[in-house]
Antibody, heavy 121, light 110 residues
Framework: QVQLQESGPGLVKPSETLSLTCTVS????????WSWMRQPPGKGLEWIGN???????YYSPSLKSRVTISVDMSRNQFSLKLNFVTAADTAVYYC???????????????WGQGILVTVSS | QSALTQPPSASATPGQRITISCSGS????????VYWYQQLPGTAPTLLIY???QRPSGVPDRFSGSKSGTSASLAISGLRSEDEADYYC???????????FGGGTKVAVL
């Protein structure tokens, strides 16, 4: 059974960079796309972007200028960096396994438990 | 405003059937697969329906998905108290080159 675990700081100062890592266990990171989502308190889900194990990335147009997603095959991890954060970036951040094919992107079959990141000074 | 439109809430009594709609456009639902997610209170979302109408193993057949044109729907029959949750639809959008979610529908079992 594939398991995902988010890790990183729970508090980030405004204008700084939010950095999170998702560690995948029970399966290889290869052959799939891997996504990041977020959910502000009391609100709906927002897709941030994804990465294929080969390094191909797709980003939400609304966040593209501030987001970088990378993959570390040797550690079976993928990471999220979001620059110049504001209070509006306060949310629970989720990582998830996406599909094995571009035709099925959006097929999130395994999710991490989520990590709350608060942006505040 | 979400690219996919869902009603904010739906409710029914135990045993009844409810349907949740998800309206999109030709660039997302019209040409790509639809996925549905269930989010129980305080937990991460879980996959409920994939590729429009398929159920992962372990999902009861009380849950069913369908798609027609630029809209999709999720039906829950034989409603149970444990079905109280938020439900989200999602699809790839060719114009945005990204995944779009609906705003979510909160289901209440009266």
């Amino acid at each position: 059974q594939v398991q995902l675990q988010e890790s990183g700081p729970g508090l980030v100062k405004p204008s700084e960079t939010l950095s999170l890592t998702c560690t995948v266990s029970g399966g290889s990171i290869s052959s799939y796309y891997w996504s990041w989502m977020r959910q502000p308190p009391g609100k709906g889900l927002e897709w941030i972007g994804n990465i294929h194990y080969s390094g191909t990335t797709y980003y939400s147009p609304s966040l593209k200028s501030r987001v970088t997603i990378s993959v570390d095959m040797s550690r079976n991890q993928f990471s999220l960096k979001l620059n110049f954060v504001t209070a509006a970036d306060t949310a629970v951040y989720y990582c998830a396994r996406d599909s094995y094919s571009h035709s099925y992107i959006g097929w999130f079959d395994f999710w991490g438990q989520g990590i709350l990141v608060t942006v505040s000074s | 405003q979400s690219a996919l439109t869902q009603p904010p809430s739906a409710s029914a009594t135990p045993g009844q059937r409810i349907t949740i709609s998800c309206s999109g456009s030709s660039s997302n639902i019209g040409t790509n697969f639809v996925y549905w997610y269930q989010q129980l209170p305080g937990t991460a979302p879980t996959l409920l329906i994939y590729r429009n109408h398929q159920r992962p193993s372990g999902v009861p057949d009380r849950f069913s998905g369908s798609k027609s044109g630029t809209s999709a729907s999720l039906a829950i029959s034989g409603l149970r108290s444990e079905d109280e949750a938020d439900y989200y639809c999602a699809a790839w959008d060719d114009s945005l080159s990204g995944v779009v979610f609906g705003g979510g529908t909160k289901v209440a079992v009266l």
